[in-house]
């Protein structure tokens, strides 16, 4: 890893501890106006959200439905319904939606599957290729991608509909929904570690953004640990607030090093087409 990338890696772990201070003093920001400092974030999420989006589509164009663009397709279907998880808060915070507080961690985590089960699809097709089985996009990943998109959108457009539905059948206290969570880390984890051992096969390209993937994947871990802790478990008894408010924190960080890492396979892919011109 290059002396930059650790660099900026260590700079987006220091935010993460800086999260943490700002959770010890989340109590006294409440009673003073958090509802600015949240908006500020939940902006922040979303601008690192979009460019990653943006970052990953110009992959795309590069190299459409090729054997290397299709992984990439599957990545930014990915990112596209974290973001559809980001707008369900920002719904629920300016009151078009009214969820309580039990559906909207299940909704937000049925689509943290959906886009989770994209990025694993996205892994396997790279493994699979480096060990040989190239298949480029097919009629089959059509359909899985609007399976993905419709199921999504669907989950979305029924939140308020399922909200007292969902509330009145779900009384998960055991945190299941974040050992699911857990477990597509630990699958996607196991995909990611095994393309950057195997990097003279799976190639420089994709191997550039592993760290950075890997990284995202942890912090997405402790958003979910914290909800583990503070909504099923109660182990740490916060206000509601302030457990929203330190999850935001995270997710600004996390979505800066996925920018960063597909940021970094635009610029392996300027610098190996440039080589080719010359």
């Known amino acids: 890893m290059r002396r930059k990338d650790f660099c900026f890696i260590f700079a987006v772990l220091f935010l993460l501890f800086f999260s943490c201070l700002t959770f010890a003093k989340a109590q006294e920001m409440e009673e003073k106006g958090s509802e600015n400092t949240a908006n500020f974030i939940e902006g922040l999420i979303i601008l690192f959200i979009v460019t990653s989006i943006v970052l990953c589509a110009n992959i795309v164009k590069k190299f459409k439905t090729s054997l290397f663009g299709t992984p990439f397709v599957y990545i930014l279907m990915g990112l596209f319904l974290m973001g559809i998880i980001r707008l369900i808060f920002v719904f629920n915070e300016f009151k078009i939606f009214s969820l309580h507080e039990e559906s909207l961690v299940i909704l937000w985590h049925m689509v943290f599957y959906t886009s989770s089960t994209s990025f694993f699809i996205a892994l396997d097709k790279i493994k699979k290729t480096a060990k040989g089985n190239m298949t480029s996009f097919t009629r089959k990943d059509s359909i899985i991608l609007a399976v993905l998109l419709v199921s999504s959108v669907t989950i979305f457009a ?56 890997i990284i995202f994947l942890s912090l997405m871990s402790f958003v979910h640990f914290w909800e ?27 979505f800066a090093i996925m920018s960063y890492g597909i940021l970094q396979v635009n610029l392996v892919i300027k610098k190996t087409f440039s080589a080719v011109k010359k």
Not at 232 to 253: D, F, M, Y
């Open 158 to 213: 029924l939140a308020q509909p399922l909200n007292e539905w969902i509330v009145s059948w779900f009384r998960d206290e055991l945190g299941i929904q974040h050992f699911i969570a857990f477990a597509f880390a630990g699958l996607l984890a196991s995909r990611l570690l095994w393309i950057k051992i195997n990097k003279k096969y799976s190639g420089e390209l994709i191997s550039a953004i592993i760290p950075s993937f």
């Open 228 to 254: 583990l802790l503070t909504e099923s478990w109660k182990i740490i008894h916060v206000p509601g607030a302030t457990i929203e408010l330190v999850e935001q924190i995270i997710w600004v960080p996390a």
